[in-house]
């Protein structure tokens, strides 16, 4: 992995030539089961963008669990915590843009089409800021606009460009080494929580030593790496409760525990309550009662 700013943009600005001709749009549900591929989720909305040759990548969308070719020109914007899992099948190059509170995050990937499957960008920046007051809107208005939409296609392109701009006038990082690497790290546990990862491959990913992680995980934090991973795998758990549709089991596999009854165990030991009675005191089901009372 390659952090640099100026070939991010060489890439973002050849994403910006294509004619944009579809948008798609990854959904939490139907979640699939027994995936055999690696399923991404992130609580933050991002797109994903074939720059050349096919990419294959499996999502759900209208309900149903689909599995398409992407081609340059059709991109797949990703709900925050909508899933999706890209296969790395055939011969292609990508960007993917992940827009967080923080800081934008932005990566580039080429991939030979030959296993392994890849792990990590190739290329990779994220900003010192968020995405600006009009790039917003205009990421609200694509996430609530239908497929085929012409005024959905225009605002991606004027999001990308937003972008770009963002890249294009920021200022030279003033933040230290630790500053920005661990937004790197924070970036890579939020977006990996659900999948079995561990310290010795965080580390990898990053390209740091694993004793670093460590200290820069405790100094951030106050905790270890485990117990900030197990911290990220209970908040999103806790989201997801709120979604009376999904039922426990599904919500333990989409937070990466193995076994059901494993994460009702966490869950019980980190809020000193099942899943399924912190599910019968939340605000939602509080207020759902009331209207069939009333």
Known sequence: MEISKSKMLAFLLEAAALRFEKLFFAEPKPYPV?????????NAPRFILPLTDDKR????????????????????????NGWSSEIWDRKHTMISVVFRERFIRTLFIA????PPDQDG?????HTLSPLCISGSHLLRSILTASKNSRAGLLSFRALLQCVIETLEFEQESSLGKDSFLWDCIQDYMETNFNRNITRASIAKAIHIHVARLSRLVQKMTGCGVNEYLSRLRMEHAKKLLDDHTLSIKEISDQCGFG????FIRKFRSYYAESPARYR??????????KKNMG
């Open 259 to 262: 076994y059901t009854s494993y």
């Open 121 to 125: 960008p190739d290329i990779f920046y």
């Open 280 to 289: 019968e005191k939340s605000p939602k089901t509080l207020t759902a009662r």
């Open 111 to 114: 991939h030979n089409g030959l």
């Open 57 to 80: 990548i499996r999502f759900a969308e209208n309900g149903q669990v689909q599995d398409r070719i992407f081609v340059p020109g059709e991109v797949l914007f990703c709900h925050a």
């Open 34 to 42: 027994q995936e055999k591929y690696q399923v991404s989720i992130q």
